[in-house]
T-cell receptor, first 113, second 116 residues
């Protein structure tokens, strides 16, 4: 969706390196989700952020939502081959959007061993 | 707990044939979503239901697509007649409530559809 821009489109990192993926919207988001999709498989829920300034962590993955609730970043510390996959951000547009959830185009992460 | 169940996992059919995709949401979830994912267009919401009632089908591409949810534990997405451009991975997702700002959608493994 062009309403939700993800960057970069793809990323190749050496194992052990840190990386950041961004998700940006021109509109205020009511709920921001991060999913991971392994190639050829379904989406796996990672984290949900709701409040401006909120930050959550799960193992080596940290996600933040900015104060204006228009941008989120996903940071992976000391990347491993198991982190490889497609990371998608999804967001709810709220009542004015009819509760629709839209998704970014995804960031393809490759981790070199 | 069983997650969202979709069948079939793979479907290969010829142009013009009818295709039916099936989904069983997580028990107790009141909302169900159908998505389509392609390389060109990414993940697109087709239609979603709340308490078995279709709420918004504006994402359904054409009249060839239809979706039903006869009860809380079953939904179908039908394409009739199918065309090669319908080839994609179709995902079903469910959540406890409709308001996605407070609830998480859990995705099924998807059905990979190929229309020859």
């Amino acid at each position: 969706s062009q309403e939700l821009e993800q960057s970069p489109q793809s990323l190749i990192v050496q194992e052990g390196k840190n990386l950041t993926i961004n998700c940006t919207s021109s509109k205020t988001l009511y709920g921001l989700y991060w999913y991971k999709q392994k190639y050829g498989e379904g989406l796996i829920f990672l984290m949900m952020l709701q409040k401006g300034g909120e930050e959550k962590s799960h193992e080596k993955i940290t996600a933040k939502l900015d104060e204006k609730k228009q941008q989120s970043s996903l940071h992976i510390t000391a990347s491993q081959p198991s982190h490889a996959g497609i990371y998608l951000c999804g967001a709810a547009l709220g009542r004015t959007g009819g509760f629709k959830t839209i998704f970014g185009a995804g960031t393809r992460l490759f981790v070199k061993a | 707990d069983a997650g969202v169940i979709q069948s079939p996992r793979h479907e290969v059919t010829e142009m013009g044939q009818e295709v039916t995709l099936r989904c069983k949401p997580i028990s107790g979830h009141n909302s169900l979503f159908w998505y389509r994912q392609t390389m060109m267009r990414g993940l697109e919401l087709l239609i979603y239901f709340n308490n078995n009632v279709p709420i918004d089908d504006s994402g359904m591409p054409e009249d060839r697509f239809s979706a039903k949810m006869p009860n809380a534990s079953f939904s179908t997405l039908k394409i009739q007649p199918s065309e090669p451009r319908d080839s994609a991975v179709y995902f079903c997702a469910s959540s406890r409530e409709l308001a996605p700002s407070t609830d998480t959608q859990y995705f099924g493994p998807g059905t990979r559809l190929t229309v020859l």
